[in-house]
């Protein structure tokens, strides 16, 4: 009997020193998140446990214990499968360039100059390598005069000008079209969207910089800011979220908070999360659709009755599958934010992109340099043709 327990004592005795070390290891990488793929290893390293400690165990223990070995296994291969079905993107940013901020829910920390590079680890090759110039006001930055009538970029990603240089972002190229005679601001940012939009005007947050001779606010948009507005894309956790109250457009506070928000930040760092879930999540309902145009219009009026100034949007076309479930087409989005007020000029490019045009930058889908001169020429174009009140700087062409 002694020679059974010592023996038994030996064998044990690493599997029992091993629980407390896997779960150090566990949080180590839940905490601090130092391997790309961090959550597989969290599953791998969570199987191990529980099968060490199922195999400490006894009786009804055990097998319900093992069940949860067997789950766990399943979602550790699941999650690898995710991981390798995933685009082998990397996306390297200097640290500060975006970070939580009141109100918009996400910006740049500080002024100053941030190196941004796109690479395809497949096959090393750069997709793109710029720098973004964010100055004292915290926006992008755009050459443009000091003190002239202005007219302010409001949006995403796209109008910020992820992807391309100072030099290239749409703003610029507008505030070129005018020989940079007219005071431009571009208010974009990556993953921003018309809840930002709306909730920038509602709270007046850049009413100092826009100061007293406003022109015009433009918006770059598309059906799918629908998944921003709807709090169902992956990233607007701390958006602004806005719900549609007897027909009236009610700001609600940020998308998540609270325990919520800490699940969908756990949830989103599942590969298999965002490959099988995700998609399935920020499908559009007609409810959606009609929350987002909404929101615009409500952002057009308040531009026109707080501001005096006219809103275009630019809206891009999107594939013809895209809304089908929703009822609605881009033709009928379109009519509707013209009927809530603003001024809408098809941004697709469509033709161009048919005629072999590089309208996005191959391996990310941002609107090239080239895109961002179109769109800066048709909305130039487009301000002489509508002669809106107030669309137009005083003695200008």
Known sequence: MTISFAAKYILTRPRVAAIPILIALITLLETQRLLPFFRLFTFGLAFLLLAD??????????????????????????????????????????????????????????????????????????????????????????HSSPSGPTVAFFGDSMTFGQGVDDAETLPQAFADRFDRKLRVLNFAFIGHGPSQFLRELETGIYDSLLGSQSQAFVFMTAAWHAERTACKASFVFHAPRYALEDDAVVYKGPC?????????????????????????????????????????????TLAKEKYGVPTFLLYLRTPDDYLRATG??????????????????????????????????????????????????????????????????????
């Open 53 to 142: 400690i199922a195999s400490l165990s006894r009786g009804k223990w055990r097998d319900a214990l093992l069940v949860f070995v067997s789950l766990v296994f399943g979602l550790t291969i699941i999650e690898a499968a995710a991981n390798i079905m995933e685009p082998k993107i990397s996306t390297v940013t200097t640290s500060g360039v975006s970070v939580p901020r009141p109100i918009i829910g996400w910006g740049p920390q500080r002024a100053g100059r941030f190196h941004s590079e796109k690479t395809d680890t497949g096959t090393g090759a750069t997709i793109y390598s710029v720098d973004y110039t964010i100055d004292a006001n915290l926006l992008r930055e755009t």
């Open 328 to 397: 609605f087409t881009d033709d009928a989005i379109i009519q509707r934010l013209r009927d809530g007020g603003a001024i809408v000029l098809d941004a697709s490019l469509e033709k161009e992109r048919t005629g072999g045009a590089r309208i996005s930058i191959e391996g990310d889908g941002h609107p090239t340099p080239f895109a961002n001169r179109l769109r800066a020429e048709l909305l130039e174009r487009f301000f002489e043709e509508t002669q809106a009140p107030g669309a137009l700087p005083p003695n200008m062409p």
């Open 256 to 300: 998540s908070d609270g325990a919520r928000l800490k699940l969908q930040e756990w949830l989103g760092n599942s590969a298999a999360y965002r490959n099988f879930i995700a998609p399935l999540r920020s499908k559009l309902s007609p409810n959606d659709i009609a929350l987002y145009i909404e929101i615009l219009t409500r952002a057009a």
